[in-house]
């Protein structure tokens, strides 16, 4: 989106420059068009990854509770922030070496509850599960309530004696998403 709005501003630059100085806009060739965008402090190059932005406080409050080891729920309208919240405390998270991929897919919570279970037991699995520290869901408004409620199950039976039979089986959830 930046690099399509670069574009546009070069290309009207450029008419501009043009036009003052009275250039049929056909003989102006790519290199040229750079040589006079290149005064305007415009440069036709591949876009940079964005950098990442500083956190305002309200995006840091979310993400030191999540550090702080809180379950926690948090959404907003499109492109408020949030994902921005989430590659923040991923980042951190990560440092502190915290497991926070169980391995599942969206298709395997399709499967017999059963079925999941039994595999939950199985010795690759329960090894995953049992590492997980936080589990987080994006797009929450397209998770479905059973579906939760099937992890919830699972992820208390599978769990190590330790976690056994507790929430989510002791694992930090985080949910994010939104509604509109
Ligand atoms: N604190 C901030 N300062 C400056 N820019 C920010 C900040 N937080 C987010 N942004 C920018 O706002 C845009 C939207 O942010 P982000 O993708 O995190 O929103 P979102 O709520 O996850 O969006 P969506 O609802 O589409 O998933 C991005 O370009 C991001 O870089």
Known sequence: MRYQDTNVLLKKAEAEIVESMNIHPESVSAPR???IAAPLGIHNTPAEP???PNLIPEQQKVVDLILQGHNVFYTGSAIC?????LKAFVKQLRLQKKHNFAGWTPDSLK???DELMAKA?????FERFDIVDVLVIDEISIVGNLLFKRLNHIMKASRSSRHKGRL???VQIIVTGDFY
């Open 121 to 125: 037991h199985g010795k690759k699995v």
């Open 33 to 35: 068009s750079s040589q």
């Open 111 to 113: 499967k017999p509850l």
């Open 81 to 85: 922030g949030k994902s921005t919240i």
């Open 50 to 52: 964005e950098p990442k």
């Open 168 to 170: 989510f089986g002791s």
